[in-house]
């Protein structure tokens, strides 16, 4: 056994994982395997051919149907002691609450950076932790958000972002920002520590070097900043 | 003063890296900020996600010391 494993904590554990593509689905993989309790997956997309360059749980045959349901059936299989519940939706600043309620940990598996910022209103608003992970190209990046212990994604990144033409990404790279995501996520269930906190962590992939990049809490930040008008913080 | 800039991406094309393929050498007068240097080597900061030097967050506001290596992250948003 792993030095500090706790298996009774993680079959208690609640984690939303946000989409189930590349990222959430290699993160809930090993979620799954490793015995969190429940699971609740939430994607309202369709599999797509040029999905399965990195998206694991789906295959050529997948094309055209759901990825919740298939991604939890896959779980499912993997490890049929836990708990999974699949939503078919797509995250909204209206269900944004209602989908991470009730859970310990939000995983980011989402494609948007308007998603992610929805995703992180919703983990301040009920004070559950969000581990944000995000690709493209070479480029991968992951943080563990708290606020008021951490700063949040808004004080990094508070508006949209400019993207020019699509987001070309590669199977290995959401394969490995996926599996550092989950083992935050782990250390924290286990152990209510939170790993590399005000930190966001970039991996190249074209260099393969490994860079952290320390941030403050925002005070003006919109969200969990001091001018963040109040709201239903749990 | 001597600064340099590191991207990768799509930015790296941008800022037309000529130390190796993802840096480039910006000579410019003291006491600029990021913004002012972005300017000077007309970059759309719009096309900047995050910035930072020796492992921490920085913003347009920033003026680097001589010498300094200022890392501009593109936006990178997939999943």
Redesign the interface.
Known sequence: MVDGWDQERLKRARVLVAGVGGLGGLSATYLAEAGVGYLRICDSDKVELSNLNRQILYTAADIGKPKAMLAAKRLYAQNPEIEIEAVLDTLTETNAGELASGCDLIVDGLDSHSGRLKLNKASFDLNIPYIYGAIREWMGQLSFFNPPKTACLACLMPGELKIPGPTPVFGALAAAVGSLQATLALKYLMTGEIPAANALLIFRADTIVFEKVTFERRPGCGVCGDAAPPGPRR | MTVFLRA???LRAMIKPDVDHYTRKVEIEGGKTIGEILEHISLNP??V??M?VD???KDLSYKPADGETITL???????
């Open positions: 990768g991406g799509q719009a096309f996600a995050l930072y492992g921490a967050m992250q593109p936006p990178v948003s997939g999943g």
